[in-house]
């Protein structure tokens, strides 16, 4: 009877608490999930974009408690962060000197695709990072 690898699972999904401490932990998981998929070269913008992402958690919605979901698909990779927090991101003008305010840019540079699902008592932050080439999905 010849053995047959096991397909690499389409789906990482990751309960965390999005503190500064996690998120250099967190590139390193979404990099290696985003090579083990076969899109290397889409590896440095889907770290960024997690890493933006689980930011604003912790920035912006009163608690750092979130999931981070990696969804590989045949073009690339989608990465949903869902909080327990329901207002939409906004979009604002950053000043020159800011810290922060240019994340949604930076995602909207680099994504193809980016939205937010709110529902009644959390909300859906995903970017999707595509390639030119399908990989096969096993």
Request: hydrophobic share 35%; with cysteine.
């Amino acid at each position: 009877m010849p053995v047959t690898a096991e397909p690499d699972p389409p789906d990482y999904r990751q309960d965390l608490v999005a503190h500064t401490e996690s998120l250099a932990i967190m590139r390193r998981i979404v990099s290696a999930h985003v090579d083990l998929w076969g899109f290397r070269e889409l590896s440095d913008s889907v770290t960024l974009c997690a890493h933006e992402l689980l930011a604003n958690v912790d920035r912006h919605t009163g608690s750092p408690h979130c999931t981070i979901t990696l969804r590989r698909r045949p073009d690339g990779v989608r990465v949903t962060v869902t909080d327990t927090n329901t207002d939409a991101p906004t979009s604002r003008e950053p000043d020159e000197d800011a810290e922060g305010g240019r994340g949604r840019a930076l995602i909207s540079g680099i994504a193809e695709h980016f939205g937010t699902v709110v529902r009644r008592d959390s909300k859906d932050v995903w970017a999707e990072i595509l390639t030119s080439r399908p990989a096969a999905l096993a």
